[in-house]
C-alpha cells in the first residue's frame, strides 16, 4: 500500500501535511460551502493543581490538542453544565481527575474527543481510601475519534460515582474500572465496543487479589454492544464479535 501522498487526496476530510514545505492540504466535508476552521495550538486548556472549592459551570470548552480540563489532586471542584468537544489528540480526554477527592463532572455534554470523555482517578484501592469523586448526569457520545480504546468514562482509585449518565457511540466500553468500591448505577448505554473486541458495555480489568472489591453494577440499561474483531475460523472482519 501507498500512504502519506498529497496526490491521494480526493474524498471529504483527507488531509495531507507537509512537514519540510509547513503546508497542510485538506478536503473539507463541503468543499462549496464557507465555514471558519479552527486549529488546535493549545495542549490541556484547563489545568487545576491542588485548587478546592471552585465551580466551573455554563462554560465551552473546545479546541485543543491535549485534554479539555486536567484536575489534579483537587477536592471538591465542581464542572457543571459544560460543553466539552473537539478535544484531544490519542491521549487527549475531555475531563481528566488525577488524584483529589470529592470532585465532580455534572450535567455535562461532552463528544467528540480523541480519547476517553471522562477519567476519574483518586483514592487507593488496596487500603480503600476513598476518592468520591463522581460523574453524574452527563451525556457523552461520539468520544475517541483517534484513540480506540476510549471509554464513555474510565475509572480507577478507590470509592467512585459513575451514575445517571447517557453514554453512547464508543469505540470500546462505556464505562471501564480498575480499583475498587465503586458504584455504577443508574447509565443508560447503548452502540458500544464499536471498533474493539474482548470488551463489555461495563467493563474492566483486575491485576490483584483486591480489584473490584466492593464494586456495585445495578440499574442500568445497556443496548448494542457490537464488537469489532477479526475472527480467525472463517478470516474475516465481524461485528457482532466477542463482545459483552
Not at 31 to 42: D, E, H, M, T, Y
Amino acid at each position: 500500500f501507498v500512504r502519506g501522498t498529497r496526490e491521494l487526496l480526493d474524498v471529504a476530510n483527507e488531509w495531507h501535511w507537509d512537514r519540510v514545505a509547513s503546508v497542510f492540504a485538506w478536503i473539507p466535508p463541503d468543499p462549496g460551502r464557507k465555514s471558519a476552521i479552527a486549529l488546535a495550538c493549545v495542549d490541556n486548556l484547563v489545568e487545576m493543581d491542588g485548587c478546592s472549592d471552585v465551580t466551573l459551570q455554563g462554560l465551552t470548552f473546545e479546541c485543543a490538542n491535549g485534554s479539555g480540563l486536567v484536575l489534579r489532586n483537587c477536592a471538591r471542584v465542581r464542572i457543571a453544565g459544560c460543553v466539552i468537544r473537539n478535544v484531544g489528540d490519542a491521549v487527549g480526554d475531555g475531563v481528566v481527575i488525577e488524584g483529589g477527592h470529592d470532585n465532580a463532572v455534572v450535567g455535562c455534554d461532552i463528544s467528540a474527543t480523541g480519547n476517553t470523555g471522562i477519567r476519574l482517578g483518586g483514592g487507593e484501592h488496596f487500603t480503600l481510601t476513598p476518592g468520591r469523586n463522581r460523574a453524574i448526569n452527563n451525556y457523552i457520545h461520539h468520544v475517541g475519534l483517534v484513540g480506540k480504546h476510549a471509554n464513555g468514562v474510565a475509572v480507577t482509585g478507590a470509592l467512585h460515582t459513575v451514575s445517571h449518565n447517557l453514554i453512547h457511540d464508543v469505540p470500546h466500553s462505556a464505562i471501564f474500572m480498575w480499583g475498587s468500591g465503586h458504584t455504577i448505577e443508574f447509565n443508560r448505554i447503548r452502540h458500544t465496543c464499536l471498533e474493539t473486541e474482548d470488551a463489555g458495555a461495563i467493563g474492566g480489568g483486575a491485576i490483584d487479589w483486591i480489584s473490584w472489591h466492593g464494586v456495585t453494577i445495578r440499574y442500568n440499561r445497556i443496548e448494542d454492544t457490537m464488537g469489532y474483531g477479526y475472527d480467525e475460523s472463517s478470516r474475516r472482519w465481524k461485528s457482532p464479535y466477542f463482545a459483552a
